[in-house]
């Protein structure tokens, strides 16, 4: 723990609060930060949903988002010193802000409330999302708008602050998009000597050899093991970074500095089961050699991942039962989960706009490959939380029955399908529209009701099984999985009514619920928080 410094630290490093948190080991939580503000009230999604991470008594954060930690290193690294600089809690600010601040660096994922989860809930809920909201609140907190350090953004987000009317609408210097560890510290240079900072910069790309190895542990044990992606949908931001291996030795050091700071590892790439490999084929003596070295390393009793890709698991069955092995799960009776990409059933729109998805595959193939997939993680205890994109540039009727039976067929399969509204952004950026619910045809609702009865279907049993992996305190996992049966049943009975009442006609459902004519979810929450705050008054 650093000292406090009541005149402020030179240099301060944040994210914004929905970023701040453990999840509750859930680090699929965090799609929690897209719910609109509201659907749930504040203190049930802040302790349940979004519990806050540690901070020390000089407002600095205990753990961190895995980018600022590597922003943290590359500063220290450089031409600036430990005692300027602090990765601070947002909820601390008036400890680390202060007249001697110069910048305020701050990691964002979804800024301004636009990224394809958050555009879906905002569609049905209204309001603005908890992680736009908390953005607007850090940089609207006293200190800051009183010291008025220069405001610098990094991270996947940080596109969406590209346009100069939206910078100087919320006062921001400066936005990194892409790597910032090679160009941070010539903008932070600029900000402590008071030199105007360029509106947008595009990082450097860093190879894996400079990126820097972080000094402080991350949220949730995050241990990066690959950067970027190279398949080359046009929708996807990270696609368009180039592909780099971190080497084992590096991994181990962060794996071994979040164990001492009480972590285990979650292992993050865009695809965990690329790693190393030759183009598209799955180098399997390498990953399984990298799981084997994390696994057996002193302290670790678990290990997680972050993404894989659906084409990479079918084309290496070898791979995902040799990790499975590796890692005991049928022995120990658990099941590993990372985030993957459906998007699409149509091998048209695969061709079209995400060609590389389906590689070593082709296009055609990609509906089966999916389901191979599905098969292959089933029989050796994964479970793919997957995405489905609604509204793809040029997509037909066609084109959605076809990911409608898909979803049906993979209904036997344990796992989560998450549908997202398409966001115009990355290689389509300004040559497509983002969709939005007024836009939604009954066969897309019919979709969007499909993937939701699936992961409903689904959710009570892996939250169950989760809980009994964890060995969780039995008080906290019996109340949350009182609540998630609750929100659950109500979640169905939603389904239900859109297909009955309103014959998949979801804009008509959301507006006639907008005008307090039938209730959807917002109710059942209130409802969910109002009884446990009156058993707890009892």
């Known amino acids: 723990m650093k000292m406090a410094k009541n005149e402020g630290y030179k240099i301060v490093l944040t994210a914004n609060r929905t970023l701040m948190s453990h999840y509750n080991g859930l680090v699929f939580l965090g799609f929690g930060a897209c719910i609109s503000k509201g659907v749930i009230p504040d203190m049930l999604y802040f302790s349940v949903m979004c519990p806050s991470i540690e901070a020390n008594k000089d407002g600095s954060a205990v753990n961190a988002p ?11 690294n450089g031409n600036f010193k430990d005692e300027d600089i602090v990765v601070a809690h947002p909820d601390h600010l008036d400890k680390v802000i202060g007249p001697n601040t110069k910048v305020l660096s701050i ?86 000597n008071d030199k105007e900072l360029p509106g947008v910069v595009r990082g450097e790309v860093v190879g894996e050899e400079e990126i820097p190895l972080i000094k402080n542990p991350t949220i949730d044990g995050i241990v990066e093991i690959s950067r970027g992606c190279g398949r080359g949908c046009k929708f996807c931001a ?99 989960s990372g985030q993957t990409g459906i998007e699409t059933a149509s091998p048209r729109l695969i061709e079209n706009i995400m060609g590389g998805k389906c590689k070593p595959y082709r296009p055609e193939d990609w509906p089966q490959v999916v389901v191979d997939a599905f098969g292959i993680l089933s029989d050796n205890s994964w479970v793919p939380v997957s995405t489905l994109i609604i509204g793809i540039p040029g997509e037909i009727e066609q084109d959605i029955q076809l990911t409608i039976d898909l979803v049906r067929e993979l209904k036997e399969f344990k796992s989560i399908i998450v549908p997202l509204f398409f966001v115009s952004q990355g290689g389509l950026r300004k040559k497509s529209e983002s969709f939005s619910m007024d836009k939604m045809t009954r066969k897309e609702c019919e979709l969007l009701m499909e993937s939701w009865r699936h992961s409903l279907n689904w959710a009570e049993t892996l939250l169950d099984e989760y809980f009994k992996m964890t060995r969780d305190n039995h ?64």
């Open 66 to 76: 895995c980018g600022t930690r590597k922003i943290e290193s590359a500063l220290l």
């Open 238 to 336: 990270p696609t368009l970074q180039k592909f780099r291996c971190l080497p084992v030795e590096h991994i181990l050091k962060e794996v071994e500095l979040n164990l001492m700071a009480g972590k285990q590892p979650l292992l993050h790439a865009e695809d965990i089961l690329r790693y190393k490999a030759e183009g598209f084929n799955v180098n399997t003596e390498a990953v399984a050699d990298l799981f084997r070295q994390v696994s057996n390393y002193h302290g670790v009793d678990q290990v997680q991942i972050s993404h894989f890709a659906l084409s990479s698991a079918a084309s290496a069955p070898d791979a995902v039962e040799e990790i499975s092995n590796i890692l005991e799960l049928d022995k120990k009776g658990e099941w590993l």
């Open 107 to 192: 990691t964002e994922i979804d800024p301004l409330g636009i990224a394809p989860a958050t555009s879906m809930f905002r569609n049905m809920f209204g309001g603005d999302a908890y992680m736009s909201v908390k953005f607007e609140e850090l940089l609207e907190h006293p200190h800051v708008q009183k010291y008025k350090p220069k405001i610098i953004i990094g991270g996947p987000g940080a596109w969406q602050l590209e346009d100069a009317e939206v910078q100087n609408r919320y006062g921001v210097d400066c936005v990194i998009i892409g790597d910032g560890e090679k160009t941070i510290g010539g903008i932070v240079e600029k900000a402590v």
């Open 475 to 538: 008080v906290k996992s019996f109340f949350a999985k009182r609540i998630f049966a609750f929100s659950s049943r109500k979640a169905k009975e939603m389904v239900k009514m859109c297909e009955n009442e309103y014959d998949y006609n979801m804009p008509a459902m959301v507006n006639d619920a907008r005008n307090g004519d039938v209730k959807l979810l917002p109710q059942p929450m209130h409802s969910i928080y109002n009884y446990f705050m009156l058993e707890k008054r009892q």
